[in-house]
Every structure is written in C-alpha cells, then in structure tokens.
C-alpha cells in the first residue's frame, strides 16, 4: 500500500518542481532586470502560473496515457472511452463549480476571520491581481490553470488512488493533496474542500472534462464575484438580487449533485475513466 500511495502522489511532485523552477527563475530574471524590485515579480506572477501549467502538461499526459492503458488491460475499465458530456450538461458543470467557490469560499472566510492566515493572504491576492485586466486573469487563472491543475490532481492523482481504494477515500485524499500543494491554510482549506468534490464528480458524471469544467467556473466566478459585489451592494434593491442569485447557485448545485449522482448510480457505478 505504501508503494501504491507513493504511485499515486509523485505527479504532484514533478507538477511541484517544475512550476518552483519556473517560478524562481522568472523571480530572478524579473527582480534583477528592475532592480532589485519584487513587485516585478507579482506583476507577472499569473503569466507564470500559466506558463508552469502549459510545461506540466506535457509529462502529466504522457503519464496519463499509460494509465488509461493499464486501466483496459488490467480490466479496471469496462468502457472503451470515457462518457462525451452533453451541451447542458457542461454549462450546468460550469456553474455548478462557481456556486461551489461561493459557498466554500463563505465557509472558509468565517472560519479563519480576521486570522494572520487571512489578512496575509488577501494582501498576496491583492499584490497578484493588481494592474491585471480581467481578460488576462481568466486566461491564466480561469483557463490555462484549470487544465493543469485537474490534469494532475485528478486524472493522475485521484485516478490513482482510485484504482487501488474506495472512490470516498481517494477523493478525500487527493482532494487534501491538492489543498497541501497550495501551500497556506486559506487556500488549503479551500482547494482541499473543493478538489474532494471535483474529484467526486469527475467519477460521477464520467468525464474527464467534468472537473475541468468545475474547476473553470470555480476560478471565473473567484475573479468577477468580488467586482460583481461591490456593484451589487451599493444599495438595496441590487442586495436582494445578489441574494437570489446566491439561493439560485445553491439551488443549482443541489440539482446537479443529484442528477450527476443519479447517472453514476443509472449505470450501476461502473468506472469510466
């Protein structure tokens, strides 16, 4: 079992070292062509994550790919590929995975209120996003980051861990992994939360693209919720809106946890991916 786990988190590993080799020496070349001056480096520090997660890819579906063969040989998948998501489906994926940012996101900040781990990482947020339009923010962090990321946490990690443990408790600990590779409580707290629930629904709608979907729309709305807010609560009228639209989210997320869940059960919980 060791083995096994060891087989399951190494990816983890090499997604690690190439993004600190990408990231500390695009730190250097920045602070030395300014002078000296880090916030160059917070400047581009989203680029960076993008570029990380462009150069992680590539090992990550190479790996991937011997997986799935595996799989098939060893007869852990009945199907010959992976279920295509409907039109509706994807968008409800979509949404469902900003609803999740939301409410998780509530959680998180009312247990670590006003904590050093809190004010710390929100002046991080600040220093990361400031001077950054926000069609570039969603093509590092809403898009590029996305894809990396599910890419190694779920298709490799969690899928490994799938094949060896009961589908609860490799989503529990992939979902941590990927909570200890954001590397501070706020978002370990959050990501862990989060990917456990990308990792369920990526088994339950059959997909490799469920959790890449969720994962999108959890990173979009992160970007323009916080904007959408401040405009929303500038008097009360937009209040009630931003309340319904919060209860719609919930709704929503409910329906589709259902529905997902119900497909899974429908074809007798047979693996897909």
Known sequence: MPMQIWRAIYPMGIHFGISQIVAYAGLYFLVLRNGGNKDAYYGQVMMLTGLTGLLALIPTLFFYKKDLAARKYGGILKEKRTRKLGFWESILLFFMGGALAQYINMIVNILLMGSDASMKYQNTVERMTGGKTL??????????????????????????????????????????????YHGNLVQGIYASILGTVFALLLEWSGSLWGSVLLHMGANIWSLISGTAAAYIMENEERIMVWGMLALGLLILTVFGMRYFYKKYTGRNRIREI
């Open 135 to 180: 069609l570039s923010m969603i093509l590092w962090i809403g898009i590029v980051a996305p894809l990396a990321e599910e890419a190694i946490f779920r298709w490799l990690v969690f899928l490994r861990f799938r094949d060896n443990l009961r589908l609860i408790t490799a989503a529990i600990l992939s979902g941590v992994m990927f909570g200890i």
